[in-house]
C-alpha cells in the first residue's frame, strides 16, 4: 500500500517545520547533482585501531586525553562504565551530507521508482516538476510540497516493507560525486573514533535529525552502531492485521522531531542517560552540543568543520545544508574542539589512497 498523491490531507506542516523541513531542504536546492548508476554494495572496511586517520595534534591529543582522564580509575575525572556514553550526530558528522542528505538523494530515486504506478504525478506538484527535473518548480511548492515528497517515498507501507526498500537502495544507489555505494562514503576519522571510545568502554549512539527507520537498516554495518542505539525523527506507527498478520503501518504524520531542541529531548527520552561526549557538525546540533556539555561531571564536546573543498567540501555558514554558525561562534567560549577537517584528518574515507 503506497499512498496516492492527494492523500495528505492530515499532514499537519507546522509539525515538520524544525525537523523534516531541515532534512529535506536540500531536496529543491540539489536534486539536479544527482546521478542514478548501479552498483552492488561492497562491505566497508573496518577502521584500523587507534586513530591513525587523525594528524597528530591538538585535536588528537584532546580526544585522546579526555578517554584518558575518564577511563583511569582512582582518577579526579573517572567516570564509571555505566555512564560512559557517547552521543553522535549522523549526516555531516559520521557520513556525508552534501551535495544534500542522503535521504534527500533517495526520496529523489524513490519517486522516480514510484512514478510509473502513479500516472497522475505528471500533472501534480511538485511530482511534476522533479520528475522532469525542473528544481525551481520544486522549491516553488515551498514546504508543504516537500513534505508531500517525503511522505509519499516514506509512508503507506508496513515498517518491514520500509526497510527492505531502503536496504535494496543502499544495495543499488551510488554517491554523485565519488561514484562509490552511499556506505562507503562514512568518515573514517570518526569511525576510529567510534571503535576508540568503544574500545574504553563507552556505549556509542547515533542522534540525528534523519529517519530513524532510514538509518537503523545501516548503521550496525556502517558505524558498529545497532539499530536500538539509534535516535532519529519518527513518523507515526499504527498497529493492525493483515489478514491474520499483526504489522505496523507506517503513517503520514511525523511522531517526534529529533533535530534542535528535540536532540537533547530524545536523549532523555529514549537513552535515559546524560552523555559525556557528544559530536556534531552543524547548528541542528547546537542544543545537544549545550546540553551534554552542561552537566556535573566531565564532558567532550566536538564539532566537525568541513574545511576540504578537495577530498570533500569547505562549507560552513551560508550552506543550504549542514549550516553551521551560531555553533561555531560560540565552539572556543563553551570548550567545543572545532576539528579542521583539512588540517586534523590525513584520511577522509577509506577508499582514499
Do not use: C
Not at 543502499?170 to 561514484?179: C, E, G, S, V
Not at 503513517?251 to 528535540?262: C, L, M, Q, S, T
Amino acid at each position: 500500500m503506497i499512498l496516492r498523491a492527494g492523500e495528505f490531507a492530515s499532514i499537519d506542516v507546522d509539525t515538520h517545520r524544525k525537523g523534516w523541513w531541515r532534512t529535506f531542504m536540500g531536496v529543491a536546492a540539489s536534486f539536479a547533482l544527482m546521478l542514478a548508476a548501479p552498483a552492488l554494495v561492497v562491505a566497508a572496511d573496518a577502521p584500523p585501531a587507534g586513530l591513525p586517520s587523525w594528524n597528530d595534534g591538538e585535536a588528537k591529543s584532546a580526544i585522546i586525553d579526555f578517554v584518558t582522564r575518564v577511563t583511569t580509575e582512582g582518577g579526579p575525572d573517572y567516570v564509571t562504565e555505566v555512564d560512559r556514553i557517547a552521543v553522535f550526530d549522523n549526516d555531516g558528522t559520521l557520513w556525508t551530507e552534501q551535495p544534500m542528505y542522503f535521504q534527500g538523494m533517495f526520496i529523489n530515486d524513490r519517486i522516480k521508482a514510484m512514478a510509473p504506478d502513479h500516472p497522475e504525478w505528471k500533472d501534480k506538484e511538485p511530482f511534476a516538476s522533479l520528475l522532469k527535473g525542473d528544481m525551481a518548480g520544486v522549491a516553488a511548492a515551498g514546504e508543504k510540497g516537500l513534505v508531500e515528497l517525503a511522505m509519499a517515498t516514506h509512508a503507506g507501507m508496513t515498517t518491514d516493507e520500509f526497510t527492505k526498500i531502503v536496504k535494496d537502495w543502499f544495495a543499488t544507489a551510488k554517491h554523485p560525486r565519488f561514484d562509490r555505494p552511499y556506505n562507503e562514503i562514512t568518515y573514517l576519522p570518526m569511525r576510529e573514533v567510534l571503535d576508540y571510545l568503544r574500545e574504553n568502554g563507552f556505549k556509542t549512539y547515533i542522534v540525528s535529525g534523519g529517519g530513524i527507520e532510514f538509518m537503523r537498516p545501516m548503521t550496525e554495518q556502517m558505524y558498529g552502531i545497532p539499530p536500538e542505539q539509534v535516535v532519529g525523527s519518527t513518523i507515526t506507527t499504527k498497529y493492525e492485521l493483515q489478514g491474520d498478520t499483526p504489522v505496523l503501518m507506517r503513517e503520514p504524520k511525523v511522531d517526534f522531531i529529533d533535530d534542535g531542541p528535540g536532540k537533547p529531548v530524545g536523549i532523555n527520552k529514549f537513552i535515559g542517560r546524560r552523555p559525556i561526549f557528544v559530536a556534531g557538525n552543524s547548528d541542528g546540533d547546537y542544543e545537544m552540543l549545550r546540553w551534554v556539555t552542561s552537566g556535573a561531571g566531565p564532558s567532550f564536546g566536538m564539532i566537525v568543520h568541513h574545511t576540504d573543498g578537495e577530498r570533500e567540501w569547505a562549507y560552513d555558514r551560508q550552506s543550504h545544508v549542514g549550516k553551521l554558525d551560531k555553533a561555531m561562534n560560540e565552539a572556543e567560549q563553551r570548550k567545543w574542539l572545532l576539528i579542521d577537517m583539512k588540517a586534523d584528518w590525513n584520511r577522509i574515507y577509506a577508499f582514499e589512497k
